[in-house]
Each structure stands twice: as structure tokens, then as C-alpha cells.
């Protein structure tokens, strides 16, 4: 139980397209999900936290309006990266959390590589 | 800020050796929380820790919970190829918004 589910696993694409990435929760609600950032050799940076049905809070640093981050249902969330950049190529990783007392289950990642 | 440092960096070990790791805060945490990140891919809990003190096992993986709330460590016996990968620690912060924050990481090769 708990999977998480991200799509796509790989993207590559032009400077200044947006690219969406989704996050489901496959047999569980999830009330939230987070999304992260990890840049090659490094951990995991977390970006924003997305409550369903409510707007995301973001990390000190992180650009709302590039990053723009959907919560539409109990199980899935959206990540859209805006007029994405080289320097945003990185490794995007989601997690949804079904109680608060419970660990997060994370997603596989998306690749996102930006030409 | 909160800084979550592993040590070591990396380790390159012999299939069956004995693996230790650690993870030190400058601040107090309630939770610890041991991932293994595989190339390309999101990371797995390996073994959660809540009570200071407290030693958990998860098979041939070890994990405890610092006395001084400030360290977790982790130690892999008799280690496999598959053992291969990212290790990080992790541990919550920013009240009860279950943020989490994550370690440097240790990265594990095993060589057959």
C-alpha cells in the first residue's frame, strides 16, 4: 500500500516552455503533498508544501510564480514549472503524507532536463 | 538554519563487511527518519525512529535514536550489492507542518 505516483519519470524540453508534472497518491488519500528538488550529488530541497483545496506554501527562495503547484483532489497534485530555464534542469520529487502521524510516501521522480 | 550532516560522505566496502553512518543536528528532533535513495528514483523509508533512545531494526539494517536528540545512526550488517545506494536521514521540523528536512547523505558502493 501507500504508492505514489509521478509523471512523467523523464521530460526534456526547449528554454521558456512550461512542463507539467503530476503527483498521485494510487491507493490513498493524501490531505498533503510536498514537492522537492534534488540537483545531481546533492539531497533533497524542499520546495512546497500543497494542502488539497488550498494554496501551497513555498520555501524561503522558491519563485511561486515560476513553481506554480496544484492540489485539486485528495490524490492528485501539480507541479508546473514556467518558462523553465537550463538552470532549473533537475531531479523533481513529490510526497504525500495520509495522516499526520505517518511517515511520507515518496514518488519516483521526475527528470526534468531543459535544453 | 537547521543542517542535517552525514558522515561519512561515502563508503566503498567489501560484500559482507559491516556499514556504520550517522547523522548529527545542531538542534533537537523527535523523529528520525532513515531513507535509501537508488539511482534515478524517490526515496524508500527504511526504518523510523520516535523515542530517544529507542533501536530499531528493519533485517540486517539497525537504526537508533541519539539519547541527546541530536544524532541518529545507522548501521547495515553483512552488507549485499543491493545495499548500493543513497543513504539519508531525515527529520521533521517547522512545528507540525511535517516538513521534513533531509541529510547530506552517505553514499554506500559494495563491491562483490
Known amino acids: 500500500g501507500a504508492v505514489v505516483s509521478q509523471h512523467p519519470s523523464w521530460v526534456i524540453c526547449k528554454s521558456g516552455t512550461s512542463v507539467k508534472i503530476e503527483c498521485r497518491s494510487l491507493?490513498?488519500?493524501?490531505?498533503?503533498m510536498f514537492w522537492y528538488r534534488q540537483f545531481p550529488k546533492q539531497s533533497l530541497m524542499l520546495m512546497a508544501t500543497s494542502n488539497e483545496g488550498s494554496k501551497a506554501t513555498y520555501e524561503q527562495g522558491v519563485e511561486k510564480d515560476k513553481f506554480l503547484i496544484n492540489h485539486a483532489s485528495l490524490t492528485l497534485s501539480t507541479l508546473t514549472v514556467t518558462s523553465a530555464h537550463p538552470e532549473d534542469s533537475s531531479f523533481y520529487i513529490c510526497s504525500a503524507l495520509s495522516r499526520s502521524d505517518q511517515p511520507q510516501h515518496f514518488g519516483d521522480g521526475t527528470r526534468l532536463s531543459i535544453l | 538554519g537547521q543542517q542535517l550532516n552525514q558522515s561519512p560522505q561515502s563508503m566503498f566496502i567489501q560484500e559482507g563487511e559491516d556499514v556504520s553512518m550517522n547523522c548529527t543536528s545542531s538542534?533537537?528532533?523527535?523523529?528520525w527518519l532513515w531513507y535509501k535513495q537508488d539511482p534515478g528514483e524517490g526515496p524508500v523509508l527504511l526504518i523510523a525512529?520516535?523515542?530517544?533512545?529507542e533501536l530499531t531494526s528493519n533485517g540486517r539494517l539497525t537504526a537508533q535514536f541519539g539519547i541527546t536528540r541530536k544524532d541518529s545512526f545507522l548501521n547495515i550488517s553483512a552488507s549485499i550489492p543491493s545495499d548500493v545506494g543513497i543513504y539519508f536521514c531525515?527529520?521533521?521540523?517547522?512545528?507540525?507542518?511535517?516538513?521534513?528536512?533531509f541529510g547530506t547523505g552517505t553514499l554506500l558502493a559494495v563491491q562483490p
Open positions: 531525515a527529520g521533521p521540523y517547522g512545528g507540525a507542518t511535517n516538513k521534513l528536512i
Open positions: 538542534s533537537i528532533f523527535n523523529t
Open positions: 525512529l520516535y523515542k530517544a533512545g
Open positions: 491507493d490513498f488519500q493524501a490531505t498533503t
